[in-house]
């Protein structure tokens, strides 16, 4: 069974600092998505990472992912205020529907002036 | 619109009430899913269509739940005889992909879901 472990679950930053949001997960995937949830809104794609040492960066965001070692990171740089929301990674079900994606629980990101 | 839409964005429901969720994909996707969110949760899977074939329903948490997208384009999600455990986020996707390809972008796009509350 594939599972999906996010940490920290909770994090709160000054603006300008730097932090990484760490994701395992249990079984093989060649999929990995990280999107982002305000409050009472739906998911937005941030980036997705298909092979193995692919890296994505969008602004003052960053996204790798290791299939070796099964762990995904999402680097922030110089953090603003703007960047509070929930992260979430998901992970491509193997071997079984191809659309099933398996979400981690979440980081709810704050960042504070 | 452009995006996936759903409706209604909220919902409230006795509990022993029906309930029937609608979502419109992006036009020409092939893919469409469902998703539950409970509170401070992730989204977890539901149900996953083909066109109007249910390819994959392991997600659905009893039979009260039922998903059907018999044209290929809107999906309709029905909760029968709603509890209270069934009050979440219910969220919508859709993807343009049918077969992933090696190194092919199968990204999903979400709809901004219902919020079911039973009362």
């Known amino acids: 069974e594939l599972k999906v472990e996010q940490n920290p679950l909770f994090l709160s930053m000054q603006e300008g600092k730097n932090y990484t949001i760490y994701c395992n997960y249990s079984?093989?995937?060649?999929?990995l998505y990280w999107y982002r949830q305000d409050p009472g809104k739906s998911l937005e794609s941030l980036f997705v990472?298909?092979?193995?040492?692919a890296v994505k960066q969008e602004g003052r965001l960053m996204a790798s992912l290791d299939t070796k070692a099964r762990l995904s990171t999402l680097h922030i740089t110089a953090a603003v205020h703007d960047l509070s929301a929930t992260y979430f990674c998901?992970?491509?079900?193997?071997?079984?529907?191809?659309?099933?994606?398996?979400f981690g629980k979440g980081t709810k990101l704050s960042v504070k002036p | 619109g452009a995006g996936v839409s759903q409706s209604p964005r909220y919902k409230v429901a006795k509990r022993g009430q029906d309930v029937a969720l609608r979502c419109d994909p992006i036009?020409?996707?092939?893919?469409l899913f469902w998703y539950q969110q409970a509170l401070g949760q992730g989204p977890e899977f539901l149900t996953y269509?083909?066109?109007?074939?249910?390819?994959?329903k392991s997600g659905l948490p009893s039979d009260r739940f039922f998903a059907e997208r018999p044209e290929g384009s809107v999906s309709t999600l029905k909760i029968q005889r709603t509890q209270q455990e069934d009050s979440a986020v219910y969220l919508c996707?859709?993807?343009?992909?049918?077969?992933?390809?090696?190194?092919?972008?199968?990204?999903?796009?979400f709809g901004q879901g219902t919020r079911l509350t039973v009362v």
């Open positions: 996707a859709s993807s343009l992909a049918r077969i992933r390809l090696p190194g092919g972008d199968t990204e999903a796009f």
């Open positions: 079984t093989t995937s060649d999929r």
């Open positions: 990472l298909l092979s193995n040492g």
């Open positions: 998901a992970v491509g079900g193997y071997g079984g529907s191809q659309g099933n994606l398996i």
């Open positions: 036009s020409g996707h092939v893919s």
């Open positions: 269509f083909q066109n109007e074939a249910q390819l994959d």
